[in-house]
């Protein structure tokens, strides 16, 4: 089994996963709207294949021009401008589902907001001297 685990990271991780971070920490208002524990995994499930469908589609449609294997196919797919501004879509498209998805509306966020980190803050300061 470990074996497939080895597989396993790479093929999410990378280059689809660097994908996608990148993304989310270019647009941290999205990445806010799947800050759930189901709507992460909802949003990660779909987003990496349907990111990963899109590459394909767009390797079978276009050529690499000037492709010398000296960087991932993948890379060489998002040099292209139109190519690039399609994936960032796909994982905005499959984002903004995840968050409208009422199935996921009475999830709590990971982490806690702003109020609940002031009042920690506070209490802190109060009770235990610090700030």
Do not use: C, N
């Not at 990378?14 to 524990?37: K, N």
């Not at 797919?77 to 796909?90: F, S, W």
């Amino acid at each position: 089994m470990a074996e497939l685990d080895d597989v396993w990271i790479p093929l999410v991780d990378e280059p689809i996963g660097g994908i996608v971070e990148r993304i989310l920490r270019d647009d941290p208002a999205l990445a806010a709207r799947v800050e759930t524990p189901h709507r992460i995994l909802a949003f990660k499930t779909f987003v990496y294949i349907r990111t990963g469908i899109l590459l394909g589609q767009l390797l079978f449609d276009d050529d690499i021009p000037g492709w010398d294997g000296s960087e991932s196919w993948v890379d060489a797919l998002l040099r292209d401008p139109k190519h690039r501004a399609a994936i960032e879509q796909e994982v905005r498209t499959v984002a903004e589902e995840i968050a409208a998805d009422p199935q996921y509306g009475d999830d709590e966020p990971i982490a806690p907001d702003e109020s609940t980190r002031d009042r920690f803050r506070a209490f802190a300061r109060e009770h235990l001297g610090r700030g």
